[in-house]
């Protein structure tokens, strides 16, 4: 059964999506079957893989992103996307839908700037739609690793990224602060 793992830190530039694809990277390409879910409404996670993996000129607006990934809505922001009347229930989205294949062993849940709109909805069921989506399509059991790259945000998000995880993983940076800072700690000791 896979594990799911977010990479989180409420701290920008430590480091979060260099390691999440870095990891997500190097364990397909020693034969793991991987899924990276960016949880980053920066999406540079899925900028810089669908750029690696799919695009032939990354400066280009007819990008994959742009032109395959967008207008089938095949970004996480499905996951979160709020009941707009009563007549459409909210249904957890299937696998098919919303994942894209990278590379043998490698496929991604894009990022996507439309979920900004989502942390100012106060729908408390919203922290259970990542579990919910790997759960109701068995994603444990067709990847041994699940990957989140989580904002350095507490959202709403945030939130369901550690609700659907096994583990945490928390990205440090080795500044001369965080050196002095222990440093005072020793030594108060």
């Known amino acids: 059964m896979g594990k799911v793992l977010s990479i989180i830190n409420m701290k920008g530039g430590v480091g979060k999506t260099t ?13 793991k079957k991987i899924l990276l879910i960016d949880a980053d409404p920066q999406f540079n996670a899925t900028q810089a893989m669908i750029d690696y993996y799919k695009n032939e000129d990354c400066e280009s607006e007819e990008n994959f992103y742009n032109t395959e990934v967008l207008p089938q809505e095949k970004t996480i922001y499905r996951l979160f996307k709020p009941q707009v009347d009563m ?6 989205p299937t696998a098919n839908e919303l994942i894209i294949n ?22 408390h069921t919203f922290v259970r739609r990542i579990r919910n989506f790997i ?16 904002p350095p945000t507490l959202t709403i998000y945030t939130d369901s ?13 080795h500044t001369d602060k965080v050196f002095c800072t222990l440093k005072i700690q020793y030594f108060s000791q």
């Open 102 to 123: 990278l590379k043998d062993n490698l496929d991604i849940l894009c990022g996507d700037l439309n979920l900004v709109l989502v942390n100012k909805v106060s729908d």
């Open 135 to 150: 759960d109701d399509n068995s994603l444990r059991d067709e990847y041994e690793y699940i990957i989140i790259d989580c």
């Open 19 to 31: 390691l999440s694809i870095g990891i997500a990277d190097y364990l397909s390409g020693i034969g």
């Open 87 to 92: 007549m459409h229930a909210y249904n957890t």
């Open 161 to 173: 990224a550690l609700m659907a995880s096994d583990y945490y993983l928390t990205q440090t940076s």
